[in-house]
């Protein structure tokens, strides 16, 4: 970084600085001045993490462009829905931010609907949607669900013009005509009432929608959802000639509707206008599939009845366990969007019932053998690696097993996962997690998001299909974090990485020689076949790093799936893999028992 972009990061981090910058800027014949000779200082395409100082976002860290970002960084952008949002919002509540940018309202709202409720986030623009999870992972919040997608009336593609890079980009928007000084993109395209009815996400309360112009189109697929769930709507008009047509549209499912156009505090000149809907003849009811559900249940209490639920049933093992987890989850999933789980004592992972996973784990029924492998072997002091963390849970575990003298050491690059697992890692400090993917080099890699929302560990750095969303992560070996973080001990080493097994221990070479970790490995043949290994190469990879590898009887699926590996030099190890009475058998390098 050069000398004058550490300056101009000092200044634009400096309250008195922003402060004043925003008096002058309010000053008529002056204001317009000041805006363009500070954003031609400052360098295109910096970014820097700003903490709010004022407004409902006090304290919020926001990653901006200081060049366009002030109402961010001073925290008085649109100062009139933050009022809406803290007089409307209550804990519990769900609500939907079509057009989210990078964010700013889902993270004001989720001050107010605390953790029992519910923030579906919708953003169609790349960029804007990586700083959308940036924000919130910096931030530690788990109840933003973030949607990469444009809201239409039909589910698809659409076409998508996207924002100048002389802007915030807030100004992208679904087109159909083009203008070649912009850039276009394809993006995917979803309907609000599939999202409600047919995802099964949970009802919104209030919808905020601020799409420039696409707003008629979005409102064309929630015709369901404006009829039975009656959600309160603040809508951005961006053609004022459509006023008309969408009020009419929004008083045929019986909503009173006003013409509101709020005045900025400080800039006159800033000006919006917006359609403010409430239902005239409020529904009690709302009908999805077939169930008749209380739009407005408390979801508070629906998720104290949940963990209830889930700490009865935790410790009780019989056939179907997992049929009935996910039977439960999927219908507590209309009321709340998560719940609480204990897998041992002094353990607490918060889930989402939305995820097939988080159900199981939810009912103690996800991957049992391993929970009682690292209860007979973690003891208080070690180190634990956890390749592939998605949300905690094993890293949770085994913070609580190891202790304040030990260390977690969890990787995960989804950026939602990643989300969950630094929330709920906060509680053990002895846990440090990182953003990125584990492989054989470092760098940046192309890594594939799971196509189903339910399915969130589905992830993978192979590409399969043209279905998945990808983004470009962090890669880092196991060798390259040993030596930039000075670790010298492993004691345990789990992998799960959706076929990239054999790429985590090729990067591993010099961690594994010097510590010699226990190692724990999922072994799916489908997942490394798109990596051209094999289960055997992985036998192989084991056996030349000297290792004697057990597979492990998996109790859910009845086959074995996963592989146990101890160092040959330590067979003691196996007398306390024993003593978790698990079913294994042993494996030669490269034969696996048919």
Request: proline share 5%; net charge positive; charged share 20%.
């Given at each position: 970084?050069s000398?004058?972009e550490?300056?101009l990061?000092?200044?634009?981090?400096?309250?008195?600085?922003r402060?004043?910058?925003?008096?002058?800027?309010?000053?008529p014949?002056?204001?317009?001045?000041?805006?363009?000779i500070v954003q031609?200082a400052?360098p295109?395409g910096?970014?820097?993490w700003?903490?709010?100082?004022q407004?409902?976002?006090?304290n919020f860290?926001?990653?901006?462009?200081?060049?366009?970002d002030?109402g961010?960084?001073?925290?008085?952008?649109?100062?009139?829905?933050?009022?809406?949002?803290k007089?409307e919002l209550?804990?519990?509540?769900c609500?939907?931010?079509v057009?989210?940018?990078?964010g700013f309202?889902s993270i004001?709202a989720?001050?107010?609907?605390?953790p029992?409720?519910?923030?579906?986030?919708?953003e169609?623009?790349?960029?804007?949607?990586?700083?959308?999870?940036?924000n919130?992972?910096?931030?530690?919040?788990t109840q933003?669900a973030?949607i990469?997608?444009?809201?239409?009336?039909s589910?698809?593609?659409?076409?998508f013009?996207?924002a100048?890079?002389a802007?915030n980009?807030?100004?992208g928007h679904v087109?159909?005509?083009?203008d070649?000084?912009?850039?276009?993109i394809?993006?995917p395209a979803?309907?609000?009432d599939?999202i409600?009815?047919?995802?099964?996400n949970?009802?919104?309360?209030?919808?905020?929608?601020?799409?420039?112009g696409?707003e008629?189109?979005a409102?064309?697929?929630?015709?369901r959802l404006l009829s039975?769930?009656?959600?309160?709507?603040?809508?951005e008009?961006h053609?004022?000639?459509?006023?008309?047509?969408?009020r009419?549209?929004?008083e045929?499912?019986?909503?009173?509707?006003?013409?509101?156009q709020?005045?900025?505090?400080?800039?006159?000149?800033?000006?919006?206008?917006?359609?403010?809907?409430?239902?005239?003849?409020p529904?009690?009811?709302v009908?999805?599939?077939?169930?008749t559900?209380?739009?407005r249940?408390d979801?508070?209490?629906?998720?104290?009845?949940?963990n209830g639920?889930?700490?009865?049933l935790?410790p009780?093992?019989?056939?179907?366990?997992g049929?009935?987890?996910?039977w439960?989850?999927?219908?507590?999933s209309r009321?709340?969007a998560?719940?609480d789980?204990?897998?041992?004592?002094?353990?607490?992972?918060?889930?989402?019932?939305n995820d097939?996973?988080?159900?199981?784990?939810?009912m103690g029924?996800y991957?049992m053998?391993l929970?009682?492998?690292l209860?007979?072997?973690?003891?208080?002091?070690?180190?634990?690696?956890?390749?592939?963390?998605?949300?905690?849970?094993?890293?949770?575990v085994?913070a609580?097993?190891?202790g304040?003298?030990g260390?977690?050491?969890s990787?995960?690059?989804?950026?939602?996962c990643?989300?969950?697992?630094a929330a709920n890692?906060?509680?053990?400090?002895w846990?440090?997690?990182?953003?990125?993917a584990?492989t054989?080099?470092?760098?940046?890699i192309t890594?594939?998001?799971?196509?189903?929302?339910?399915?969130s560990?589905?992830?993978?750095?192979?590409k399969?299909d043209?279905k998945?969303a990808?983004?470009?992560?962090?890669?880092?070996?196991?060798?390259?974090?040993k030596?930039?973080?000075?670790?010298?001990?492993i004691?345990?080493?789990?992998?799960d990485?959706e076929?990239?097994?054999?790429?985590?221990?090729?990067?591993a070479?010099a961690?594994?020689a010097?510590?010699?970790?226990?190692i724990?490995?999922?072994?799916n043949e489908?997942?490394l076949?798109r990596?051209?290994?094999?289960?055997?190469?992985l036998?192989q990879?084991?056996?030349?790093?000297?290792?004697v590898?057990?597979?492990?009887w998996?109790?859910?699926?009845?086959?074995?799936?996963?592989?146990?590996?101890?160092p040959?030099?330590?067979?003691?190890l196996?007398?306390k893999?024993?003593?978790?009475k698990?079913?294994?058998?042993?494996?030669?390098a490269?034969i696996?028992?048919?």
């Open positions: 970084m000398t004058r550490r300056f990061h000092k200044m634009t981090r400096s309250d008195f600085v402060g004043a910058y925003s008096v002058l800027r309010r000053i014949g002056v204001g317009a001045g000041v805006r363009k031609s400052i295109r910096m970014k820097l700003i903490q709010v100082p407004g409902l976002a006090k860290w926001m990653y901006v462009d200081p060049r366009f002030l961010y960084t001073n925290g008085d952008y649109e100062p009139w829905i933050q009022d809406l949002l007089s209550r804990p519990g509540d609500y939907y931010d057009g989210a940018h990078t309202f004001i989720a001050r107010f609907v605390g029992t409720g519910q923030i579906v986030a919708f169609p623009d790349p960029a804007n949607a990586a700083g959308l999870r940036a919130i992972a910096k931030n530690g919040i933003i973030v990469e997608a444009a809201v239409w009336s589910p698809g593609e659409v076409t013009e996207r100048s890079d802007s980009r807030t100004q087109t159909s005509m083009m070649s000084r912009l850039a276009h394809s993006v979803v309907r609000l599939d409600v009815f047919e995802a099964r949970p009802a919104p309360h209030l919808i905020k929608m601020d799409v420039e696409a008629w189109g409102l064309q697929g929630a015709s039975e769930v009656r959600p309160k709507l603040l809508c008009v053609d004022p000639s459509q006023m008309g047509q969408i009419a549209y929004l045929r499912f019986g909503y009173a509707a006003e013409e509101w709020p005045v900025h505090p400080h800039y006159s000149d800033y000006r919006q206008l917006y359609i403010w809907a409430v239902p005239s003849q529904k009690a009811t009908q999805r599939g077939g169930a559900l209380d739009s249940c979801a508070s209490f629906s998720r104290s009845l949940l639920f889930g700490r009865i935790a009780i093992h019989f056939r179907g366990k049929r009935l987890a996910n439960m989850g999927g219908m507590a009321f709340t998560g719940a789980c204990y897998p041992i004592p002094g353990a607490r992972v918060n889930v989402s019932v097939r996973i988080g159900r199981l784990m939810w029924c991957e053998d929970i009682a492998l209860k007979h072997v973690l003891e208080p002091g070690m180190k634990f690696v956890d390749v592939g963390a998605q949300i905690g849970y094993f890293s949770i085994a609580a097993l190891v304040h003298g260390a977690v050491y990787f995960e690059p989804d950026p939602d990643f989300s969950r697992l890692s906060r509680a053990y400090p846990v440090t997690a990182h953003n990125c584990v054989d080099c470092t760098g940046e890594f594939y998001r799971s196509p189903i929302r339910s399915e560990g589905w992830g993978t750095i192979f399969q043209g998945r990808q983004l470009s992560v962090r890669a880092c070996t196991l060798d390259s974090w030596s930039a973080a000075g670790i010298e001990e004691n345990f080493l789990k992998l990485v076929g990239a097994e054999c790429r985590v221990l090729k990067g070479q961690l594994i010097r510590a010699r970790p226990m724990w490995a999922e072994a489908v997942c076949s990596d051209g290994a094999s289960v055997s190469s036998l990879h084991l056996a030349g790093y000297g290792y590898a057990q597979e492990l998996d109790r859910r699926s009845k086959a074995f799936e996963n592989i146990v590996a101890i040959g030099e330590r067979a003691d196996f007398e893999v024993g003593r978790a698990l079913v294994l058998r042993p494996v030669q490269g696996l028992n048919k």
